[in-house]
């Protein structure tokens, strides 16, 4: 599986940009990246998905290198309430339409007041 | 309102008892997956299943098992054979079309070996 390095834990200031980076050097042509968060005790949240072109929704924004190796998930506002563990994923085929998500350990962002 | 309802939230069981979670989704997802995290870590595949009457095993599934009989539920039994059961359990689906769409996952079962 493609394997995603991420920061254990990031500090953001209220109001401020919160980037979140993640590395995945080993990332095939045809895969996917994912970010999800996850608020204690809480199921993940999907934020947004991209394969290679840079992708905003009204959660976040989500920049793809062009070599595809790392991506950078932008929350352009962040509140106390983006506090969670998050989550950079690349998406694996398992045959036919079908693939899996793997979740490591994510980053921990902390916005503070 | 659609979504995946997990219970029960919290869930005691006794060593040697098999215990079954169950996992209902009402957005006519085609597949559904298991996840167990433990703390500070991340989720690791158990089972999952893209259609009814059909699932195959994740990363982690010795000592768990499933069943799809309905394309609604997808409960997850953890067996006696299961040596270290105390985690948190999730559930998600996904529906097959479109294809890129991320998984909708649940609230979670918070099971404790006592």
């Known amino acids: 599986d493609a394997k995603t390095t991420q920061p254990p834990s990031m500090d953001c200031a209220e109001g401020r940009a919160a980037n979140l980076p993640c590395n995945h050097s080993t990332i095939s042509g045809n895969e996917y990246v994912y970010w999800y968060r996850q608020i204690h005790s809480q199921g993940p949240q999907y934020i947004i998905h991209g394969l290679k072109n840079n992708e905003t929704n009204e959660m976040a924004s989500l920049i793809i290198t062009e070599d595809r190796k790392s991506s950078t998930l932008i929350l352009p506002h962040a509140t106390l309430r983006d506090t969670a563990v998050y989550y950079c994923?690349?998406?694996?085929?398992?045959?036919?339409?079908?693939?899996?998500?793997?979740f490591g350990k994510g980053t921990l962002l902390t916005v503070n007041p | 309102d659609g979504g995946i309802t997990q219970s029960p939230k919290y869930l005691f069981r006794k060593e040697g008892q098999n215990v079954t979670l169950s996992c209902e989704q009402n957005?006519?997802?085609?597949?559904m997956y298991w996840y167990r995290q433990d703390p500070g870590q991340g989720l690791r595949l158990i089972y999952y299943?893209?259609?009814?009457?059909?699932?195959q095993k994740g990363d982690i599934a010795e000592g768990y098992s499933v069943s799809r009989e309905k394309k609604e539920s997808f409960p997850l039994t953890v067996t006696s054979a299961q040596k270290n059961p105390t985690a948190f359990y999730l559930c998600a689906s996904r529906d097959n079309q479109p294809l890129n769409y991320g998984y909708t996952f649940g609230s979670g079962t918070r099971l404790t070996v006592v």
């Open positions: 957005l006519n997802h085609d597949a």
């Open positions: 299943s893209q259609i009814v009457n059909d699932f």
């Open positions: 994923i690349v998406r694996v085929a398992i045959g036919g339409s079908n693939y899996k998500l793997t």
